[in-house]
Structures are given as structure tokens and as C-alpha cells.
């Protein structure tokens, strides 16, 4: 038991915070969060949270907008109850696909949410491969952003991915896909592609030799599984042998499931950041915990350990 720690959690993904509270052996907060006949958020703390360190473990998939007003309500209730610190653990933080302005009259969305975290009382916020990295300086709070690759890279480094080429689906992916492709002693080539729309991408060509090789497509988010499946596609008619897909966030919208099923995928290794439903879990779609990786960054903030050989 840590003393002075309470780890509280929405109904986004209550599995991944069991095992986080399983591997630092303290019991989940109990919270209930219910709703009125018109669908607002009702939220009643049933313990005493004054003075203790909170975390509140909430990922902000779909519902998107249900799943972030319960976080924000959650904190506001903490901050109500005389919390020592409020730590927002979002290992998927939502709205992070619009983080800059890339044409007229559009909104920031990565920087709205943080006004909203930080307004609604949080402290801190502790998450997993952020859209982009930029998003921590929207923050005037301390933003502890970790990585997936080490959970990712000892699954891979166990099936022996060692002669493989590391694809990035496109130029903003190549420091991730050269993290994961160094550590598992792989080439590394990019897919140029062209955007067309909101999850709408063409695949233009490929840099890099695949011919006769097996490849693993390295992102950060596969949402509808449009922009990954072109590039299996453009892959094979490039010679690839063998394709392999590896994300953080299975966002998985839409047609997104029938794609990866129906395409030339071997497998498609994920966290479980985000909660996948039992439908959605195919064959092809290997999850992956993080939850150790977010246990160790917990109590390494709760006492005031470093959390830098974690950001790796």
C-alpha cells in the first residue's frame, strides 16, 4: 500500500485501471458516475480524497465528448473535495490531430483541451505518444509524456523482426518508426502521401526499398484504417513479402475492423490505451498492456521519484 495515493477512474477504460492498480497493490477509488434523464454527468465521490495525492485514469476515446466532460467533471469533484494534487492520466488524449492552424478560420483543438484540464482544476497530466510532442507546451502545468515503444519493441524483438524494414505512413511518424526500427536492428523507409481530407489520404510512393522484404508499418493512431490499408497496398505492389502494422492508439472507427481483416495484414500489434471492444477483437489485432508502463510513471510522480527513465 502507498500511503497518501488514491487512483480514481471513468468508465472509458476501467480494465487498464484494475491492472494499474493491481500492479501498485491499492484498490481502485470508488467513484460512481451516473446521469441525469437529459444525459448530463453526475459524479459522487465515495471517500475521502483531502489532502491525497489523485489520479484520475480516463482515455478519451469514443464517446469522445462523453468521455472528456466525465474526466473534467471528475477533476472539478476532486478539487471541490480538497485534493492535495489532481494528475489527469489520459494514455489517449483526444482532440490531438488538430494542433495547429493549416488553413483559415479553424480551431486548435490539442490546446483547447488543455485550457479545459487545466480550468477544471488539474494539476498534472500523465500520457502516452502524444499526437505531437508539441502539445506538452499548450500545457502550463507539467505534462509527463511516455512511450509506448518499449512495450512495443520487446514484443517485436520476441517474433524476431530483426531483418525487417520499419515503414513511417508519412513524414511526421519518421522519429517514431526510427526509435522502434534502431532498437530492433531494422531499415527504415517512408510512405509519402498527400491528404485529401478529414481520415482521407492517397498514398502517393514509397522511399525506401521493400522488395522481398517483410515490413511493419510504425503510427501513433489507427482510426479508420483508410490511410493504413493503402499502404499495405502500395507495399505489396512494391515487392513487400510479409506486412505488419504497429500503433499505440487503436482508435478503430468505422469500417476500421473489416479493413484490417479483409486486407493483406498479418497482424496488427496495439495498447491497450484505448479500450477495445470484444467485436473488435479479431485475430489479426494483438494487444499489448501498458499498464506497467503507467503504474511505474504513478508512483514514481507520487514520490517525487524521476520519470525521466521512463521516457524512452
Known amino acids: 500500500m502507498i500511503n497518501g495515493l488514491k487512483i480514481f477512474s471513468g468508465n472509458a477504460n476501467k480494465p487498464l485501471a484494475h491492472e494499474i492498480c493491481s500492479d501498485l497493490n491499492i484498490p481502485l477509488g470508488d467513484a460512481e458516475i451516473s446521469h441525469f434523464s437529459d444525459g448530463e454527468i453526475l459524479v459522487q465521490i465515495n471517500e475521502n480524497v483531502r489532502g491525497k495525492d489523485v489520479f484520475v485514469i480516463q482515455s478519451v476515446s469514443n464517446p469522445v465528448n462523453q468521455n472528456l466532460m466525465e474526466l473534467l467533471i471528475m477533476i472539478d469533484a476532486f478539487k471541490r473535495a480538497s485534493a492535495k494534487r489532481i494528475t489527469a492520466v489520459m494514455p489517449y488524449y483526444c482532440y490531438a490531430r488538430q494542433d495547429r492552424k493549416v488553413q483559415p478560420r479553424v480551431p486548435i483543438t490539442a490546446k483547447l483541451v488543455a485550457d479545459l484540464l487545466e480550468a477544471a482544476g488539474s494539476n498534472r497530466l500523465l500520457t502516452i505518444d502524444l499526437h505531437a510532442g508539441q502539445i506538452q507546451g499548450f500545457f502550463d502545468i507539467p505534462v509527463d509524456h511516455l512511450y509506448a515503444a518499449p ?96 500503433c499505440t492508439h487503436a482508435v478503430l472507427s468505422g469500417p476500421a475492423v473489416e479493413r484490417i481483416n479483409n486486407s493483406a495484414l498479418e497482424e496488427v500489434i496495439v495498447t491497450n490505451t484505448i479500450y477495445i471492444d470484444e467485436p473488435k477483437r479479431i485475430k489479426k489485432i494483438v494487444i499489448l498492456s501498458i499498464a506497467k508502463l503507467l503504474a511505474e510513471a504513478i508512483k514514481n510522480i507520487h514520490t517525487e521519484s524521476s520519470v525521466s527513465s521512463l521516457f524512452v
Do not use: H, W
Open 151 to 246: 512495450v512495443l519493441v520487446d514484443y517485436l524483438q520476441k517474433k524476431d523482426f530483426k531483418d525487417f524494414v520499419v515503414i513511417s505512413p508519412d513524414a511526421g511518424g519518421v522519429e517514431r518508426a526510427r526509435a522502434i526500427a534502431k532498437r530492433i536492428n531494422a531499415t527504415l523507409a517512408i510512405i509519402d502521401k498527400r491528404r485529401e481530407g478529414p481520415n482521407v489520404a492517397k498514398v502517393m510512393n514509397i522511399i525506401g526499398d521493400v522488395k522481398d522484404r517483410g515490413v511493419i508499418v510504425v503510427d501513433d493512431i489507427i482510426d479508420t484504417a483508410g490511410t493504413l490499408v493503402q499502404a499495405v497496398e502500395a507495399l505489396k505492389k512494391n515487392g513487400a513479402k510479409r506486412v505488419f502494422a504497429s
